[in-house]
């Protein structure tokens, strides 16, 4: 056995009974078909058959997804090497596959590259099928070079010292037992044992963020040899400030200093003005993350004028992202628009059994076992609150049982006018959209796939449905 497979044995058996991985009933490794996942599902493979490493490989799956952004014969290619690979190491192969032009979709809606609509797209599919098959943990072979890539981005990006902590060994039900190793470790271990990848053709193209850092790396290498080492003394530097703030009970205290009412976080401006900036700029962070979630972070730029408000704060301050800040002269108000300015625009959050919608046409929502004619179900187990019912915008879509599907191509086919889509009721919550009820409009009820699993016996669900409540039979007529 080479010096290298000894040194990357230990490191991945080490790094597993650290984190206590080694009885862990069912585990997932993400698997490209690349070097790095190739390598990792080898390790693992490897020391499942040593006895003094516990960890089981009746219990490992292999989880490769195709993204659908590549040539049908490249994809065929990289399938047959990834199925060798797997056969070959004795492990569970389970292919996951986005449709065509889904990743293309989400970026175009939501104003994201490629390279993250893709990343995002195939954490949620694995995630889906991980809680269908009930694996608790995914392994990924992100390395040293992948981290060093993330901080130089977050570094020219503006992050504060939270994102300089870069690729977190651990998150949530993620684990990344390579962190530690470098590519040139990684090659250098495949070379030894023999085990062919494959390349994506997609690693080479500029057009990716991570790819043009990738390419200028060893020319900022030129200048400062030991920019590895630098930069990893600076993320070890920003995660002991990280703990340092964390274990003054920071987080614990600027959060009791909100109120979160529906749609609006607010606090007072005059325990604001006791916090120095540094306090300041993480309670609105903070503020931020109870209105919006932290999928999508606000801007530095946005909020750091806000360091300077005092009790003489103009009324209305200003706007961002459908979002609006405002002062009462006590208490500082950040809230979601839950009625657009715009003419023919409606959003409202859905916490109670009846929500008006627009010229008589009302939601209605109710808990059953049972369902009626014309409502559609939601698990309430599934949601991520709050639940909000509005008019569809553009570039919106849903995840259908069928593919991804835009709603503006659904009205279309209902044959709903242009002028008149704005009434359909679109229902979602922070994930995404859960379901259009269009019934009621001259179309259909048509609700997300991940809503229609199958529930659990005797288990209450959320019962939605749209009525119009006025002298005529409805808008359809």
Known sequence: MSSIVRVLEGRVADFFAEKELNQTPCLAAAFSGGPDSTALLHLLSSISKKSKYSVNLESLFAVYVNHNLRSRSELRQELDIVQKTASLMGVKLQILSLPPGEIELIGKARGRGIEEAAREARYRIIHSWMQREQVHVLVTAHTLDDQIETMIMRFFQGSGMEGMRGIPEKKEYVFRPLLGTTKAEILEYLYDVGIHYSIDSTNQENRFLRNRIRNIIPEIEKVFPGLYGSLLSFREKAELLSEHIDSKNRHDYLSSMLVKDFDIVSFSLEDFLKLDRYERMCLLYEAWGLLRGNSQPVPYAVIRPLFTLTPKAQKRILEYDGTSMYTDGNRFFWTDHVVHSRKNKYLKVANEKEVSLVSDYYLYIRETFLPEEGEILLDPSKLSLPLVVRSALPGDYIYLTEGVKQLNKLFKDWKIFSDNRWIVPVIEDREGILAVMGEE????????????????????????????????????K
């Open 441 to 476: 409009f001259g179309g259909s009820n048509r609700i997300a796939k991940k809503m229609k699993n199958e529930f659990t016996s005797g288990k209450k669900r959320m019962a939605l449905k749209v009525k119009y409540s006025g002298s005529c039979s409805g808008y359809a």
